[in-house]
Structures are given as C-alpha cells and as structure tokens.
C-alpha cells in the first residue's frame, strides 16, 4: 500500500522484494506481510480495515523513507518467523485497533499518530473507506461493506446496488486516489472521486528527464501487471530503477518497447476501453493508445492532464464493468500529488 506521498518509499520497497524473489499477494487473505510505503495519518483506517482481514502468522512494516525500506524489511522477517510472537498474537486475539501495535515489526514513533501498513484486494475492492459513512446504506457487512440496495438497472430489471469503495488500499493504485462507486453486479452505476493530496507535493516532478521517462516506465509497469503481463510489468520496473540509478539502458528501453507494442493480446485487451477524444493530449485516446504514448513520447502527464482525468473520471467509469475499470484507472494514472496540496478534494 503506497500512502500519499509515499512514491519514493515504493520504488524502493520493489525494489527490495524483487531482489529477495518475494511474492506480491494480490489480497489480504494470501499475504503475511503488510507492507506500507509512506507516513500519513489519514491512511490509518485503510490500513487498519487491511490489517484485520490477513490471517495469521503475520507482521506490519512501515517504510517511511526509501533509505529504510531493507532494514525494515529483515526486521519484519525476523518477527514474522518468531514463533512465540506469533502464539501471542494467536492467543490474544490480535488484530483490534488497540492491539495492532503488538504485530508490527520495530516501528518507530508508534503512538504519535497511529500506525501504518497493508496489500489489498486486486479485483477492485479496498476493505474499507476510512469513516466516510455518508456512502454506506444503514447497515454493513462484516468489513465495513455496506449492505446492497434495491434499484432499477439500466435494463429496468430490479437489482441489488453495493456502495463499494476502490482505493486507496489497491496493488497497482494511484496513491491519494479514492473512488467512491455505486455498482449493480459487475458494472458501475456511478462513481465520485476523493482525492488525498500530499503536502510534499510529487516525487515525479521536477526538471529531470530521468523522472519522467521513470514515470512513464513505472505507469507502463502497473498497466501491464493488471493485464497479467507479469514478465513484462517487471521489465519495465528494471527498466525504471536503472533509469533513477543514472545507468539508463537505452537499447534495453527500446527492445522492451517494441516487445510490448507486438503483442497482440494486449491491444484485444485495452483497446476501446476509456475512450477519452476530448482529453489533453498526455490522456487522449483510449487505453492502448494511452500505453503506446507512454512507449514513445518523452513528457510525462502533467497537471493539466491530472486534473482532467480526475473531473472526468466519473464520466469514463460509468456503466465499466469492474475489471475494466481498473485498466482504465491504470491507463490514466494520474498523479494525485501533482495537485494543490492541503486537503481532500471531492468531485
């Protein structure tokens, strides 16, 4: 999970769980190890709805700065392979709020303004909202889901209606971006954004042709992991770290460009999805064409073309079947932190 201005620590966490040939789990009930990139205490009830749902044995680290991720990293092994710990927590019943502290590996400053941590739900659903409870319907189910309505479809057809967040608690997210949908079955009816700004601004802006083709490279990878292209998603991470290093491997780049604008499965996948004619440059298209942009061209998006995205993206998501939805969210990407810092912005 990557808090608001917790790019940075990301990088630097993947980096780190490639090297040691770990496995992203792609849900709370498949993961041991909850893992957060960034400090901001608006994240907490996220995590802490993630927190409650992994199974045991397990251990939180917080990586609040990309220069602490390997040290955090060993010492949250070395708990989660603590096997008297563990029988503790599985005796005391951890995982409430007040108990939390006691299953996170060496994490300074605990008490100042809670803790931090977590994976998520790939297929589009966070496991909880952060006390937003003006979208929930009366009652919920167990993880704070609201329990459906009754509306008419788009058929006309009588159909149970699930308020269902999306972020910021997903793999393969923009950090700060929450989505607030109304689906019935697959298909979402309406959606409204919430935006978690961070004070430090973006770790992508700035004059370095480094951090842009980085970006881009980094977009590409999230794209292609949600299209279950893991192979090249990786690639492109690879790509990405050397480019930040200083130690670009522009034919690399290219041959790996190439491989991907190939493949045919790809483009039957994301073509036709998100179709957006009227956008900014960076984000017109749909969403191949948004990846192809990204192979080539050498801006990144700017905040034009974030906070384009952001005021249509209800528009584009309606009546998107949810996994669709996550492509074309991926496709877009926008860069919260690129906006005005200061607060939560509702569109």
């Known amino acids: 999970m990557t808090a608001p201005g917790g790019a940075e620590a990301r990088l630097a966490v993947e980096r780190a769980v490639r090297a040691r040939v770990w496995w992203q789990a792609w849900s709370p009930a498949q993961a041991n ?5 960034g400090d901001d205490h608006r994240f907490e009830p996220y995590v802490l709805r993630v927190w409650q749902t992994l199974p045991i044995p397990r251990v939180r680290v917080d990586v609040r700065s990309a220069t602490d991720a390997d040290q955090r990293l060993v010492t ?10 563990q029988r503790d927590e599985t005796e005391s019943g951890a995982g409430t709020e007040d108990q939390m502290a006691h299953a ?13 941590g977590g994976h998520a739900d790939h297929v589009g659903h966070d496991m909880g909202h952060g006390g937003h409870d ?12 609201a329990m459906a309505d009754r509306a008419p479809d788009r058929d006309g057809l009588m159909l149970d209606q699930l308020h269902l967040p999306l972020g910021p608690a997903l793999p393969l997210w923009p950090e700060g971006l929450v989505l607030h949908t109304r689906i019935q079955g697959d298909v979402i009816q309406r959606a409204e954004v919430e935006l978690l700004t961070s004070p430090a601004g973006s770790y992508w802006s700035g004059d370095d042709s480094r951090l842009s083709l980085a970006r881009r490279l980094d977009s590409c990878s999230r794209l292609l992991a949600l299209s279950g ?31 991907v604008r190939r493949s045919r499965t790809l483009r039957w996948l994301l073509a036709g999805l998100g179709p957006a004619p009227d956008a900014p440059d960076a984000v017109a298209g749909d969403a191949i064409d948004r990846l192809y942009r990204r192979l080539d061209v050498t801006e990144a998006p700017d905040e034009h073309a974030t906070q384009w995205t952001v005021e249509n993206l ?34």
């Open 104 to 116: 996170t590996a060496d994490r300074p400053d605990a008490t100042d303004h809670g803790e931090h």
């Open 76 to 85: 949250a092994l070395s708990a989660l392979h603590d096997v008297d710990r």
């Open 134 to 145: 003006h979208h929930m319907s009366g009652m919920e189910l167990p993880g704070g889901v």
């Open 229 to 259: 292209w893991a192979d090249a998603a990786v690639g492109a991470q690879r790509l990405r770290d050397d480019v930040l290093a200083g130690v670009p491997d522009e034919r690399a780049i290219q041959r790996w460009a190439n491989r």
């Open 33 to 37: 190890m909850l893992v957060v990139a």
């Open 314 to 347: 209800p528009a584009l998501l309606e009546g998107v079947e949810l996994a669709n939805a996550r492509l074309i969210v991926a496709s877009l990407d926008p860069d919260v932190a690129l906006l005005a810092a200061g607060g939560v912005h509702h569109g």
